[in-house]
């Protein structure tokens, strides 16, 4: 479900550029997750939305991915879509991956042209890839057989940075020749921090108290675990310091609604932490939520990836939520540029799996000096007309100025 935010921005936004967006999904019924309410408010009123059927979930569960539930149904109703609505460009993006697949299709039944857009990469080595006939193994092979198949076509290959579809280039040399290539993030939305008035009392997961509190929220990478580590390592070593500070882990969970599906609680354990200074909040909560308790926190606490193309879309959130950034990200992610440039927070960059050492030495040192920036932060010092670049709207913008060119 990675590509509902991406697909609401862009709609909310592509009228006002002279595109009409009509959005094509799998209706709500058919979905394993709890449904967020909430954020339907954050649609436009009268956008026009396509739903179809999909395949059941059996017991067991054999099939979850829901683009390939509803794979068949997609397919259908977007031929359809082209040939009724007078349709100009196909838009698809992933994951679900499996869906992509669909544009190739259509090019060849109506020759409409379509393009995709790599929220996150396809071709992609999961911890336990390299375990031969696990489930890991058989969907690295999967990928690699489909993907030439989904974009040998494909007019427009976006992604939320370069590095998401680097390999797509890499893999496919001849799309450099017929294909048009381009990256915008996520960007940040103001509407979504105004509805913040508009939805009912929440129930907070922490209370303010008389501590500095951080918040990260979000689903943690496999590939965090190991700067996460570190960092715990760091506390663990200086804990005199981090007497009056918590960190508040929301939503990182092990699955999506599991309360007790704790994935740092180990490591926290590990080193002494847990319930003094790291507190973990293992279930999903919708968005808006997040919103409510990134307002909450005194800080919000980013954490990238030992892979260079990570890019975490809460970054936006996080400065449109006007409290300080506490950042670690390597340093090719393109998050590091956003929250310096706007002086929206401190990062603490690293170079990959080999840096993690840098880390574990100066993380102390980064978190007092980030307290120190802390007690001189004040709204007024974020560069917002810097930020303006990186908002959802001229996201859309970018996406435009490449379709038209097409």
């Avoid at 954050?42 to 739903?51: H, R």
């Avoid at 375990?131 to 427009?156: C, D, G, I, M, Y």
């Avoid at 804990?239 to 609680?265: M, Q, R, V």
């Avoid at 393109?334 to 440039?341: E, K, P, T």
């Amino acid at each position: 479900m990675a590509a509902v935010h991406r697909a609401r921005l862009f709609a909310q936004h592509l009228p006002s550029f002279g595109w009409l967006p009509i959005i094509l999904t799998v209706d709500e019924a058919y979905y394993e997750e709890p449904l967020d309410w909430d954020l339907y408010q954050l649609v436009p009123t009268d956008q026009q939305i396509e739903k179809v059927k999909a395949l059941r979930v059996t017991k067991p569960r054999l099939i979850g991915d829901i683009g390939l539930r509803a794979f068949f149904q997609l397919r259908n109703r977007a031929v359809s879509l082209v040939k009724n609505e007078k349709i100009d460009f196909v838009y698809i993006l992933i994951p679900s991956f499996y869906v992509s697949l669909i544009g190739n299709y259509i090019k060849q039944k109506t020759g409409i042209k379509y393009g995709i857009d790599y929220i996150d990469p396809w071709v992609h080595e999961f911890p336990g890839s390299d375990v031969k006939f696990s489930r890991h193994w058989w969907s690295t092979r999967l990928a690699r057989w489909l993907e030439p198949k989904a974009v040998k076509n494909a007019s427009l290959i976006t992604g939320v940075a370069q590095s998401y579809y680097q390999g797509v280039q890499l893999r496919n040399p001849k799309l450099l020749e017929t294909c048009k290539f381009g990256s915008m993030p996520y960007g940040g939305e103001v509407l979504d921090h105004i509805k913040l008035r508009d939805i009912s009392t929440i129930e907070y997961l922490f209370k303010k108290n008389n501590k500095f509190q951080l918040a990260y929220a979000g689903a943690l990478l496999p590939k965090a675990f190991e700067p996460l580590e570190a960092i715990f390592k760091s506390i663990s070593l200086n804990t005199a310091i981090y007497t009056n500070i918590e960190f508040h882990f929301i939503g990182t969970g092990k699955t999506t609604h599991d309360l007790h599906g704790y994935s740092i609680k180990h490591l926290a354990e590990k080193y002494g932490l847990w319930q003094t200074i790291i507190f973990e909040y293992p279930q999903r909560i919708p968005y808006l939520n997040v919103l409510k308790h990134l307002q909450l926190a005194d800080s919000i606490f980013i954490l990238g990836s030992t892979e260079a193309h990570y890019t975490p879309s809460k970054t936006y959130q996080g400065v449109l939520s006007e409290k300080p950034i506490m950042a670690v990200l390597h340093i090719q992610s393109s998050a590091v540029n956003v929250l310096r440039s706007t002086q929206a927070g401190l990062v603490l960059d690293f170079n990959g799996a080999d840096e993690i050492p840098v880390i574990e030495n100066r993380f102390t040192d980064f978190m007092t000096e980030f307290i120190s920036f802390c007690n001189n932060f004040s709204t007024g010092k974020v560069d917002k007309k810097y930020f303006e670049q990186f908002s959802a709207k001229n996201a859309t913008a970018q996406l435009v100025d490449l379709i038209n060119s097409i």
